[in-house]
């Protein structure tokens, strides 16, 4: 055998070991779904197509690399990433930018970053970290500290104001301490001292906030105002029926009824589309995402690696559930994209991120154990 063919074998396979082939191929299935729905969205339109696939080959290419980094890498790099998040986030309220009346964006010259979504990944790294020193001693102080932590960037980032975004960072930090051990009589608690706090909690909220929430129990109170988003995806989702109209064939997509159509409210394309079918396909992929997800946090050999994988499975489940609830109208409009299916380069990279840390947890399981 040539000896350099025998090399090129050993890189190639080096190049592939980190790779998870059952996730990456889960992934890649809702991908190619997510491009052809934002191609229909977009009426044929190659800029936003073609951008998307960019965009996923630079995510891809990052998951690759991560999925090379050790865990106790991927350890190191909690606290200086959070840090550098909260930083980033007080900066957005002194150097961002106000778009539509939110101040999400930080210009930084060549172009502009939304600080807030780097939270998503380094929430759950920071507090999957502080829980791996205190693992032998965890007491009631260490998760009342954990809360603090997550605390901070939830209201940094809710007071842009970006509830979207702060649902999803509160939902991975809150799976986080909850996979530590939270006992359910704290749980039980803080959703009952909840409750009472609605009336206060309701009275914080911006007037548009409060209006989506009204608007869902009632989308005919303003169905040209609030309500148009909920009442034009529900009659899309709806006339689907079981098998679709078919691909490109969409009438609410192609006549300009849906808003935000390939990002936010894609789901309602795909489902005018493709109908009830389409719609199972799509979530038993979700399903087996997440399964695989968590069968990774089960096969995890430290406390660091199972809540990390743990909380990707059910951040991923709640990316999904959030956004189909809220185009199916049966939660408020929060502004959630749909997980490797709706427009955006910062969405796509944050999900293959995580993607790429549930691929370094499994394939250096057996270092870790040694």
């Given at each position: 055998?040539?000896?350099?063919?025998?090399?090129?074998?050993?890189?190639?396979?080096?190049?592939?070991?980190?790779?998870?082939?059952?996730?990456?191929?889960?992934?890649?299935?809702?991908?190619?779904?997510?491009?052809?729905?934002?191609?229909s969205a977009t009426h044929g339109g190659v800029d936003r197509t073609l951008s998307n696939a960019m965009h996923a080959g630079f995510a891809?290419?990052?998951?690759?690399?991560?999925?090379?980094?050790p865990p106790p890498k991927l350890m190191r790099t909690a606290v200086p990433l959070y840090l550098l998040g909260i930083v980033l986030l007080v900066a957005v309220f002194i150097f961002g930018i106000k778009i539509n009346g939110a101040r999400r964006w930080l210009p930084l010259g060549f172009t502009r970053v939304q600080p807030a979504e780097m939270m998503k990944i380094a929430m759950p790294l920071m507090l999957a970290w502080?829980?791996?020193?205190?693992?032998?001693?965890?007491?009631?102080?260490?998760?009342a500290f954990a809360a603090l932590l997550l605390l901070v960037p939830f209201a940094l980032i809710a007071k842009q104001p970006d509830l979207g975004t702060a649902i999803l960072v509160g939902a991975a930090g809150f799976y986080v301490i909850f996979l530590a051990g939270l006992p359910w009589k704290i749980i039980v608690a803080l959703l009952v001292a909840c409750g009472s706090a609605a009336p206060f909690l309701w009275n914080l909220l911006h007037d548009y906030q409060r209006k989506?929430?009204?608007?869902?129990?009632?989308?005919?109170?303003?169905?040209?105002?609030?309500?148009?988003?909920?009442?034009?995806?529900?009659?899309?989702?709806?006339?689907?029926?079981?098998?679709?109209k078919g691909y490109l064939n969409g009438t609410q997509t192609h006549l300009e009824f849906i808003p935000e159509k390939h990002t936010d409210f894609i789901f309602a394309v795909f489902s005018e589309e493709w109908g009830l079918l389409g719609?199972?396909?799509?979530?038993?992929?979700?399903?087996?995402?997440?399964?695989?997800?968590?069968?990774?946090?089960?096969a995890a050999p430290t406390l660091f690696s199972r809540l990390l994988a743990g909380t990707i499975g059910l951040v991923f489940f709640t990316y999904a559930f959030v956004n189909i609830g809220m185009v199916s109208g049966i939660l408020p409009v929060v502004g959630v994209p749909l997980p490797l299916v709706s427009y955006g380069g910062t969405a796509l990279v944050t999900i293959f991120?995580?993607?790429?840390?549930?691929?370094?947890?499994?394939?250096?399981?057996m270092m870790l154990k040694k």
């Open positions: 055998m040539n000896p350099w063919f025998g090399k090129i074998q050993h890189y190639a396979r080096q190049s592939i070991a980190h790779i998870d082939f059952p996730l990456f191929a889960i992934a890649l299935a809702i991908l190619g779904i997510g491009m052809l729905t934002i191609n891809i290419a990052l998951m690759w690399l991560i999925a090379r980094l502080y829980f791996q020193q205190y693992e032998a001693v965890l007491k009631l102080r260490h998760y989506r929430i009204l608007t869902l129990i009632d989308p005919t109170s303003d169905p040209l105002g609030a309500g148009y988003h909920i009442i034009q995806a529900t009659i899309a989702i709806g006339s689907g029926g079981i098998f679709g719609n199972s396909v799509l979530l038993a992929l979700y399903f087996l995402l997440i399964l695989r997800s968590l069968m990774i946090a089960a991120v995580c993607i790429g840390i549930l691929m370094s947890i499994h394939s250096h399981r």
